[in-house]
């Protein structure tokens, strides 16, 4: 993989609203909540939309009992940095299904919500080409890229109108975040501490996920990750998006 070495433009500020829709509880947290502190710090509104509680994703405890339990720490989570509304539309953990029915779904939201800015995680096979991405990342970034054009098509899912669901053709970017071909950022250092606490909040995942004191796992990871793409945004710690206009 050839190093990139473009410098990274600001992520755009002329928006009101964003919806962040990603698979689990977790994958927002994982280098995405620093920007997410910083647009609620400015007075944005930010919603988040999970395809799925999570309920697969801790081996020790059994779904039923391992899904209201990371729906409540992705709550708590979410609150850490500013943002209210988290819905979870109860696709099946680790089986999700790139299709209509997930497309409509989230175009649902997008109606109903109506953001200028749709946020979502890396869709590709590959992080990087250095690891294989997991079946419900790939699904769900693209059936968000798709559902961003499918809110604004009033013959595609007629039924979400028949339902108070308005066509929205306002999505004017969707931003992908984990993207190993980021093109903008959001300084991270005015949110990075948030941004730590609210990974924090998923303290039941991190227990089981490793042997490092959880505090210090968050900080390590969170601080690394905005710290590799310093060098891209002038010298400030970033959280990288790659911007995809509408």
Do not use: K
């Amino acid at each position: 993989m050839t190093e990139q070495t473009d410098q990274l433009s600001p992520m755009p500020t002329d928006w009101e609203r964003a919806l962040a829709v990603v698979a689990h509880p977790d994958d927002l947290e994982y280098g995405c909540t620093a920007a997410v502190a910083q647009w609620t710090d400015e007075g944005r509104e930010v919603t988040y939309l999970l395809a799925t509680r999570g309920e697969a994703g801790i081996d020790t405890i059994a779904p039923g009992d391992c899904a209201p339990l990371r729906e409540r720490e992705q709550r708590a989570s979410a609150a850490v940095v500013g943002v209210r509304d988290v819905e979870f539309l109860g696709h099946r953990d680790g089986v999700i299904e790139y299709g209509t029915d997930l497309r409509r779904d989230i175009a649902a939201a997008i109606r109903a919500h109506r953001p200028e800015l749709v946020v979502t995680l890396n869709h590709r096979d590959t992080w990087g080409g250095a690891a294989w991405n997991t079946p419900d990342h790939r699904a769900v970034g693209r059936a968000a890229l798709d559902a961003a054009g499918d809110a604004g098509n009033r013959w595609i899912f007629p039924e979400l109108a028949e339902r108070g669901l308005a066509p929205w053709d306002g999505v004017r970017w969707v931003a992908v975040a984990g993207s190993d071909t980021p093109t903008h950022a959001v300084d991270a250092g005015p949110g990075l501490e948030r941004a730590v606490a609210s990974l924090l909040e998923h303290r039941t995942y991190i227990e089981v996920l490793t042997d490092q004191e959880p505090e210090d796992y968050c900080r390590s990871f969170l601080t690394g990750v905005a710290q590799a793409a310093a060098d891209r945004f002038g010298g400030r710690p970033a959280v990288t998006f790659e911007l995809l206009p509408r």
